[in-house]
Nanobody, 114 residues
């Protein structure tokens, strides 16, 4: 069973940056495509970025050009560099395989506000 721990969130002004980390423990296989998801209050969880085992990436249109997903398989870690943040990016951010296949972690809160 894989456990996922997200960190790095916080309060940031519009236009600012944050770097999120996702550390996996337990049975983790580097062959899985991994993704970052987010969920705002009253809304469904959505996939915002994905990265394959070979490093191929894809992004939701809403974050394209601003967010960068990366991974270090030897560390069982996935990162999300978030630049030019907007208030609409405010959400709890989660990591998981893409499509999701493990229990969700606690997530990390990102709040973009002036």
């Amino acid at each position: 069973q894989v456990q996922l721990v997200e960190s790095g969130g916080g309060l940031v002004q519009p236009g600012g940056s944050l770097r999120l980390s996702c550390a996996a423990s337990g049975s983790f296989f580097s062959s899985y495509t991994m993704g970052w998801y987010r969920q705002a209050p009253g809304k469904q969880r959505e996939l915002v970025a994905g990265i394959s085992s070979s490093g191929s990436t894809n992004y939701a249109d809403s974050v394209k050009g601003r967010f960068t997903i990366s991974r270090v398989n030897a560390k069982k870690t996935v990162y999300l560099q978030m630049n030019s943040l907007k208030p609409e990016d405010t959400a709890v951010y989660y990591c998981n395989a893409a499509p999701s296949r493990w229990n969700w972690g606690q997530g990390t809160q990102v709040t973009v506000s002036s």
